[in-house]
């Protein structure tokens, strides 16, 4: 017994030892790697050279990853907080409740590349709508709503019932409780679902390749206008083998904001809590 515990203790203890010794392993590498070419001019310049991406900067790119974040993080908070709502304070239904977890679970469960071609089709094809940021980032939104709502609501959940039910029984309309007391409480928690979700969308390549994301543009000037992404650049210089260099130092700026969001996001969220 004692050995299968002493076993289990080293078997925990050795698997955070890998999982922290590869996130900043990644991030060293990256930094190791791609630290020679970020410089003011790459962060603030546009693609250029021949091949196109060689020379210059990735300021569009980064722009366009931005945007189509925190366009499809609008989207899918607002409707992955309404959906952890409902399944937490609304839905009586025990049935109805398993068919929305069930259909959330089998929807985080699809391929990236398979939500593009479904955004492809129906917004592209099916609707008509131009190849554009708003396409890419409702596509985005489709992908990335069961990531937010699944962990919102258990956010909610873990909230004080006893408050809840006080507050009730004194009368105060259910909605009112859970605007004013249920979701400030769990706030923290609300916006480290989103600043997750986001940074899951602006990861995304797939998605955005089909519907959205050109090799070249400008910034993006309204919501219909085509857009770069820093996946997709990072996609095109590998892929096409373009520049290793630029596609290290364009990974390192994607995983540096990916980072910045997600402290920012934590840190509203505990700046509320205090």
């Not at 930094?31 to 990735?58: A, D, M, Q």
């Not at 507050?167 to 706030?187: C, E, M, Q, R, W």
């Not at 940074?199 to 089909?210: K, S």
Request: aromatic fraction near 12%.
């Amino acid at each position: 017994m004692k050995l299968k515990d002493l076993f289990f203790k080293l078997w925990v203890i050795f698997s955070g030892i890998i999982i922290i010794s590869s996130t900043f392993g990644l991030f060293l590498y990256l930094l190791y790697k791609g630290i020679g070419v970020v410089t003011p001019e790459f962060i603030l310049g546009s693609p250029k050279g021949i091949p196109l991406g060689t020379e210059g900067g990735i300021f569009p790119a980064i722009i366009g990853s931005l945007m189509s974040g925190l366009i499809s993080g609008l989207f899918g908070g607002t409707l992955g907080l309404c959906t952890a709502v409902y399944l937490t304070f609304y839905c009586e239904n025990e049935k109805i409740r398993k068919y929305i977890m069930l259909a959330l679970q089998c929807l985080a469960g699809i391929p990236s590349v398979v939500i593009g071609l479904f955004g492809y089709t129906l917004l592209i094809v099916g609707l008509g709508v131009s190849k554009s940021l708003l396409s890419a980032s409702i596509t985005l939104t489709i992908m990335i709503i069961p990531f937010i709502a699944i962990r919102m609501k258990k956010a909610l959940e873990e909230t004080s019932k006893d408050q809840f039910i006080c507050s009730l029984s004194l009368g105060i309309p259910k909605g009112y409780t859970i605007v004013k007391l249920v979701i400030p409480s769990a706030f923290k928690y609300i916006m480290t679902s989103l600043g997750l979700g986001i940074v899951f969308a602006m990861g995304a390549t797939a998605p955005i390749m089909f519907t959205g994301a050109v090799i070249m543009s400008g910034v993006p000037g309204k919501l219909t206008d085509p857009f770069m992404a820093l996946p997709y650049h990072l996609y095109i210089l590998v892929n096409e083998g373009l520049s290793l260099e630029m596609a290290y130092g364009t990974a390192f700026m994607l995983i540096v904001i990916v980072l910045l969001i997600n402290m920012i996001c934590h840190f509203i969220g505990s700046y509320e809590d205090m």
